[in-house]
């Protein structure tokens, strides 16, 4: 009971510092308000290509004005990144929304086009291509009307087409561009897109049992109006999918654009779940519990946590235990706490024919959510022991939860149970990279062809970089290893098992023992650094990742046990490129299936971010670069530089040597393998510009 208060109180206090309120009333519906978008917010969403938060608001179509020929034929979406149940059997979900826009005029001299919509749609992608212009980011010629579409929405248009009835108008579709109704917001004494900028509120409020649906619109800072500016009825039920994404579409045409942004947004949805109605009590006692539990135990960890949020938190002093009902079961895309029961029979009790695979620190087994018909991979840890405590987890699983990026595995859920802890993921059918690099058990004798290295490497380069640089505070990974590169359907990369490295105590567990347990090559992938500050930074992750880009070169471990003179990879690689034959190292099971400038490049790439020292590294953004072409190859020195600690002080005694030797005399230094607390780097780190 101690530990789930605990997580519960781990999430309130997450939940105080989010810019997203979430909040539940007493009767049961899903809510979420933004009064503005800071960059934080951006997790929130999924954006197509050209969409973005900027400016403190979601930006549907490109945001600039700099380069107006950039800004025709675009289309984009936004949309809020987790699905909402419109419909049961015999009821509909009533909502009510708001949100403010800005329709901006570039240019004076040009028209505006083409126009924004709140959308209701099947699932969270961008918008069909060609779906510019009058298609405003919803459907395009081809499909335009089709009742596959599943899309209803409230378009804001701001160009006649033939079946218009001008170029200031508001219409419900359904399907399609034509609207069901329409009106023009002329009479309301509303521009959409005036030659001097208004702010405009919308509300659109949606009764489920009638099936009416209402639009008002005015200028921002005004109060409601009492008069919609359109009303009519559908059926919702007949149109979109159960399970709903809500969001905005826009479009610019081939000679007017316009910048589409949305200023602040909510929602309210009727939950028509009745079984979260119980969850929702449940928690509440959780938490009524929870608040009584810490007050007498207020365990060290939790007293730590508070002082570094002391600041925040003061905001939030007093938690009203009934008013989180069934917050925290709405906190958006969080990842949900399975039952124990439910994930022994997903994966038919954890049997050994469901085994995916297995790491340092558990098994991994695919299973199937009964009801769900959704493929997952659970994570089964071996040891409670490995636990620092559940707090951390649940504080770790907070930043992971808001993490988003399509090269990262999607964390769904966990389970804490009985001392056992299971973490639940996004199924990837292919695996892991090593088991393509070496072949296992799923991947047979297919040799992983050079096109799917060369992406794997830019997948997970965007991946990192998203962590050190796009995501608000720096995020370093921490255990980038080729077993830890998953490959989806489409055999893109996505990084897993992020963040774990700190929740789970390495007191126990020293790199050598993980190599004897059948883990092999984690060495390899240690910054030299790290043997001495056991901390790992951004540039640890991108020593990692040059170990990485080496081995699916060569298709050879790291930390190689075949090389007569080497133990590392990177030693034997920097030999051939002294002597001038680097394209030797290539993986000979390509048979030569490969292009000798990417080769070299990534190869080159590879040694430049193996260099001892932390500070030479490239960064993740060059590393971008490098390997898409734009950018030639660092030069590498013909001989490994020295490894220097401290960095900026000359060579001492483990000057020179880069090889086994001196690793292996470090791994005994007890620096590595402190306490718990010493091996506790902070998961987000605060050295955003990566001094060593
Ligand atoms: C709808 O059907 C469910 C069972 O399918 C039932 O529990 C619920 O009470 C029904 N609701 C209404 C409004 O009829
Ligand atoms: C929407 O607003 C109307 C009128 O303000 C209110 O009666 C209704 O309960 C609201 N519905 C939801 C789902 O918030
Ligand atoms: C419209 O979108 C569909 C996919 O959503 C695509 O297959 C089709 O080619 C697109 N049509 C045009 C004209 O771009
Ligand atoms: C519109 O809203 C934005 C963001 O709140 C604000 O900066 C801007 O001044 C507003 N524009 C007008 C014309 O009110
Ligand atoms: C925009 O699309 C139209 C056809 O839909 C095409 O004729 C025009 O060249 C395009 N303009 C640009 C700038 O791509």
């Given at each position: 009971?101690?530990?789930?208060?605990?997580?519960?109180l781990s999430l309130l206090f997450f939940l105080s510092t989010s810019h997203l309120l979430v909040s539940s009333s007493p009767s049961n519906y899903f809510s979420f308000s933004f009064p503005s978008f800071p960059s934080s917010t951006s997790n929130n969403f999924d954006f197509s290509t050209d969409a973005s938060v900027s400016q403190g608001a979601l930006q549907i179509t490109p945001d600039t004005i700099n380069d107006l020929a950039y800004l025709l034929n675009r289309s984009?979406?936004?949309?809020?990144?987790?699905?909402?149940?419109?419909?049961?059997?015999?009821?509909?979900?009533?909502?009510?929304?708001?949100?403010?826009?800005?329709?901006?005029?570039?240019?004076?001299?040009?028209?505006?086009?083409?126009?924004?919509?709140?959308?209701?749609?099947?699932?969270?992608?961008?918008?069909?291509?060609?779906?510019?212009?009058?298609?405003?980011?919803?459907?395009?010629?081809?499909?335009?009307?089709?009742?596959?579409?599943?899309?209803?929405?409230?378009?804001?248009?701001?160009?006649?087409?033939?079946?218009?009835?001008?170029?200031?108008?508001?219409?419900?579709?359904?399907?399609?561009?034509?609207?069901?109704?329409?009106?023009?917001?002329?009479?309301?004494?509303?521009?959409?897109?005036?030659?001097?900028?208004?702010?405009?509120?919308?509300?659109?409020?949606?009764?489920?049992?009638?099936?009416?649906?209402?639009?008002?619109?005015?200028?921002?800072?005004?109060?409601?109006?009492?008069?919609?500016?359109?009303?009519?009825?559908?059926?919702?039920?007949?149109?979109?999918?159960?399970?709903?994404?809500?969001?905005?579409?826009?479009?610019?045409?081939?000679?007017?654009?316009?910048?589409?942004?949305?200023?602040?947004?909510?929602?309210?949805?009727?939950?028509?779940?009745?079984?979260?109605?119980?969850?929702?009590?449940?928690?509440?006692?959780?938490?009524?519990?929870?608040?009584?539990?810490?007050?007498?135990?207020?365990?060290?960890?939790?007293?730590?946590?508070?002082?570094?949020?002391?600041?925040?938190?003061?905001?939030?002093?007093?938690?009203?235990?009934?008013?989180?009902?069934?917050?925290?079961?709405?906190?958006?895309?969080?990842?949900?706490?399975?039952?124990?029961?439910?994930?022994?029979?997903?994966t038919n009790g954890f049997d050994e024919r469901m085994k995916l695979g297995q790491g340092g620190f558990g098994i991994v087994y695919k299973g199937v959510i009964a009801g769900e018909a959704t493929e997952v991979a659970v994570k089964k840890f071996s040891r409670e022991d490995n636990m620092n405590s559940q707090d951390d987890f649940l504080k770790e699983l907070t930043v992971i939860n808001r993490l988003r990026h399509k090269h990262l595995v999607r964390l769904l859920g966990?389970?804490?149970?009985?001392?056992?802890?299971?973490?639940?993921?996004?199924?990837?059918?292919?695996?892991?990279?090593?088991?393509?690099?070496?072949?296992?058990?799923?991947?047979?004798?297919?040799?992983?062809?050079?096109?799917?290295?060369?992406?794997?490497?830019?997948?997970?380069?965007?991946?990192?970089?998203?962590?050190?640089?796009?995501?608000?505070?720096?995020?370093?990974?921490?255990?980038?290893?080729?077993?830890?590169?998953?490959?989806?359907?489409?055999?893109?990369?996505?990084?897993?098992?992020?963040?774990?490295?700190?929740?789970?105590?390495?007191?126990?567990?020293?790199?050598?023992?993980?190599?004897?347990?059948?883990?092999?090559?984690?060495?390899?992938?240690?910054?030299?650094?790290?043997?001495?500050?056991?901390?790992?930074?951004?540039?640890?992750?991108?020593?990692?990742?040059?170990?990485?880009?080496?081995?699916?070169?060569?298709?050879?471990?790291?930390?190689?046990?075949?090389?007569?003179?080497?133990?590392?990879?990177?030693?034997?690689?920097?030999?051939?490129?002294?002597?001038?034959?680097?394209?030797?190292?290539?993986?000979?099971?390509?048979?030569?299936?490969?292009?000798?400038?990417?080769?070299?490049?990534?190869?080159?790439?590879?040694?430049?971010?193996?260099?001892?020292?932390?500070?030479?590294?490239?960064?993740?953004?060059?590393?971008?670069?490098?390997?898409?072409?734009?950018?030639?190859?660092?030069?590498?020195?013909?001989?490994?530089?020295?490894?220097?600690?401290?960095?900026?002080?000359?060579?001492?005694?483990?000057?020179?040597?880069?090889?086994?030797?001196?690793?292996?005399?470090?791994?005994?230094?007890?620096?590595?393998?402190?306490?718990?607390?010493?091996?506790?780097?902070?998961?987000?780190?605060?050295?955003?510009?990566?001094?060593?």
């Amino acid at each position: 009971m101690r530990l789930f208060s605990f997580n519960l109180l781990s999430l309130l206090f997450f939940l105080s510092t989010s810019h997203l309120l979430v909040s539940s009333s007493p009767s049961n519906y899903f809510s979420f308000s933004f009064p503005s978008f800071p960059s934080s917010t951006s997790n929130n969403f999924d954006f197509s290509t050209d969409a973005s938060v900027s400016q403190g608001a979601l930006q549907i179509t490109p945001d600039t004005i700099n380069d107006l020929a950039y800004l025709l034929n675009r289309s984009g979406r936004i949309l809020y990144s987790r699905s909402f149940r419109l419909w049961e059997s015999n009821r509909t979900a009533s909502f009510n929304t708001s949100f403010s826009i800005n329709i901006y005029r570039p240019s004076n001299t040009t028209p505006t086009g083409e126009g924004l919509a709140f959308i209701i749609a099947p699932d969270a992608d961008g918008p069909p291509p060609g779906s510019y212009g009058g298609f405003l980011g919803l459907t395009n010629s081809t499909t335009d009307g089709r009742s596959s579409n599943r899309i209803v929405a409230v378009e804001f248009d701001t160009v006649k087409q033939a079946y218009d009835p001008d170029d200031n108008h508001v219409g419900l579709d359904i399907n399609g561009v034509t609207s069901e109704i329409s009106a023009s917001l002329t009479p309301f004494g509303i521009q959409i897109a005036p030659v001097e900028a208004v702010n405009y509120t919308v509300w659109i409020d949606y009764d489920g049992r009638q099936g009416a649906i209402g639009v008002y619109m005015t200028r921002k800072g005004e109060p409601k109006p009492e008069k919609p500016v359109l009303a009519g009825k559908v059926d919702l039920s007949r149109y979109v999918n159960q399970d709903s994404y809500f969001g905005f579409a826009a479009a610019t045409g081939a000679k007017d654009y316009e910048l589409n942004c949305v200023l602040d947004w909510t929602l309210t949805v009727e939950n028509l779940d009745d079984e979260d109605k119980k969850g929702g009590w449940k928690v509440a006692a959780g938490i009524a519990a929870g608040v009584v539990v810490l007050a007498v135990v207020a365990g060290t960890a939790t007293a730590l946590w508070y002082s570094k949020n002391r600041r925040k938190r003061e905001k939030k002093a007093m938690v009203d235990p009934s008013a989180l009902a069934g917050t925290l079961k709405s906190l958006p895309g969080m990842p949900r706490e399975f039952e124990y029961k439910e994930l022994r029979k997903a994966t038919n009790g954890f049997d050994e024919r469901m085994k995916l695979g297995q790491g340092g620190f558990g098994i991994v087994y695919k299973g199937v959510i009964a009801g769900e018909a959704t493929e997952v991979a659970v994570k089964k840890f071996s040891r409670e022991d490995n636990m620092n405590s559940q707090d951390d987890f649940l504080k770790e699983l907070t930043v992971i939860n808001r993490l988003r990026h399509k090269h990262l595995v999607r964390l769904l859920g966990w389970c804490h149970e009985n001392g056992v802890l299971l973490l639940v993921y996004d199924y990837m059918p292919n695996g892991s990279l090593d088991q393509h690099l070496y072949g296992g058990s799923t991947a047979g004798q297919f040799v992983l062809p050079w096109n799917r290295r060369i992406q794997v490497a830019a997948d997970v380069a965007s991946a990192l970089h998203y962590l050190h640089h796009e995501y608000d505070e720096c995020v370093v990974h921490r255990d980038l290893k080729s077993s830890n590169v998953m490959l989806d359907a489409a055999f893109h990369a996505r990084l897993g098992d992020f963040g774990l490295a700190r929740v789970l105590d390495t007191d126990k567990t020293s790199y050598a023992e993980l190599e004897a347990a059948g883990v092999p090559g984690t060495l390899g992938y240690i910054a030299p650094e790290c043997f001495h500050t056991a901390k790992a930074t951004r540039e640890s992750d991108l020593f990692a990742f040059g170990a990485l880009l080496l081995e699916l070169v060569c298709g050879r471990r790291p930390r190689c046990t075949d090389l007569s003179n080497f133990n590392f990879l990177v030693d034997w690689v920097w030999i051939l490129h002294r002597d001038g034959r680097i394209l030797e190292a290539v993986d000979e099971k390509l048979e030569g299936n490969f292009v000798a400038d990417e080769a070299r490049r990534m190869l080159l790439l590879g040694l430049a971010c193996s260099h001892p020292l932390p500070g030479e590294r490239p960064k993740a953004g060059v590393i971008i670069q490098i390997l898409a072409g734009s950018v030639s190859p660092p030069v590498v020195p013909a001989f490994k530089p020295a490894f220097m600690w401290p960095a900026a002080e000359p060579a001492r005694h483990e000057g020179g040597s880069g090889g086994l030797s001196s690793m292996s005399s470090l791994l005994t230094s007890s620096s590595l393998y402190g306490s718990s607390t010493a091996w506790t780097p902070p998961y987000v780190s605060s050295d955003r510009h990566g001094d060593v």
